[in-house]
């Protein structure tokens, strides 16, 4: 079955300022789209409008030809999952009991044994089945996102949205979550990620939006988009791109 979200001519405005200009774009179920741009491109801004947190002024945003915005808050939480940017664990939740929240939209009332095996379920995805009972607070960074991602995975979504998966990690984690997004689109979801790293993105994706100033600057396969004149335009800095590692390095 092929699911596919398109955004069309969404336009955004933050008083005088267009935070997203006639962006458009569409992805299809098993696909991973990077969006890339410098500071205040409306990278985070657009995952908003996708999670339907944001209504844009202009345009709009369907899932399998629905519009996003015709449908009831609870509904589109069972298509879309979202994992944000920053999240302080705090407190002596479980793990458990934390991926459980990501359960919501499905539970009328008290929590079933099928929520119980959706939460177990999501918690193998990721690799947390032995910290099911380990406070949140306890986890290390990389840990910590796996369980953010577990718990937009336990809502059953067909689309997973990440903001930064990979920012405040050291290397090694960094690595494991950009393998478990690639496991995602393995699975039959659409993924799509706000990424600041030129090179994780060009190995973890299958399209790339390049944004800047809202503007949509090149959408399409990584080799079309991350071309070093479009990057350079875009950020500033001269780069040199060695495809067959698929790296992207700054010239100072």
């Known amino acids: 079955m092929v699911i596919e979200i398109e955004v069309r001519g969404v336009k955004v405005y933050y008083k005088s300022v267009r935070a997203l200009d006639g ?27 996708i999670n339907g947190v944001l209504k844009p002024h202009v345009g709009t945003v369907l899932i399998d030809k629905t519009s996003l915005h015709d449908l009831r808050p609870r509904d589109v939480a069972r298509k879309v999952g979202y994992v944000p ?25 008290a929590p079933t044994k099928e929520d119980e095996e959706k939460v177990y379920e999501a918690l193998k995805v990721v690799r947390l089945s032995d910290l099911a009972d380990r406070a949140l607070e306890e ?46 689109s393995n699975r039959g979801l659409i993924v799509i990620m706000a990424l600041h790293d030129l090179t994780q993105a060009y190995r973890a994706s299958d399209k790339i939006l390049l944004l800047n100033s809202g503007k949509v600057v090149a959408v399409g396969d990584p ?30």
């Not at 179920?29 to 409008?49: D, F, H, Q, W, Y």
């Not at 940017?85 to 009332?109: K, W």
């Not at 953010?148 to 050291?170: F, M, Q, Y």
């Open 23 to 49: 962006v458009s774009l569409s992805v299809r179920n098993g696909e991973v789209l990077s969006i890339i741009g410098p500071n205040g491109a409306g990278k985070s801004t657009l995952l908003r409008v």
């Open 85 to 109: 940017q920053r999240l302080r664990a705090t407190g002596m939740l479980t793990v458990y009991d934390f991926v459980m929240t990501g359960r919501r939209p499905h539970v009328s009332f």
């Open 139 to 184: 986890l290390s960074g990389g840990e910590l996102q796996r369980a953010v991602i577990a718990r937009a995975l336990a809502g059953e979504p067909e689309v997973v949205l990440l903001d930064e998966p990979t920012s405040n990690l050291d290397l090694k984690y960094q690595l494991e979550v950009l393998s478990l997004v690639r496991s995602l």
């Open 223 to 252: 080799d079309e988009v991350l071309r070093p004149d479009l990057i350079s335009k875009v950020y500033g800095v001269p780069v040199i791109i060695i495809k067959e590692h698929k790296i992207i390095v700054p010239l100072f």
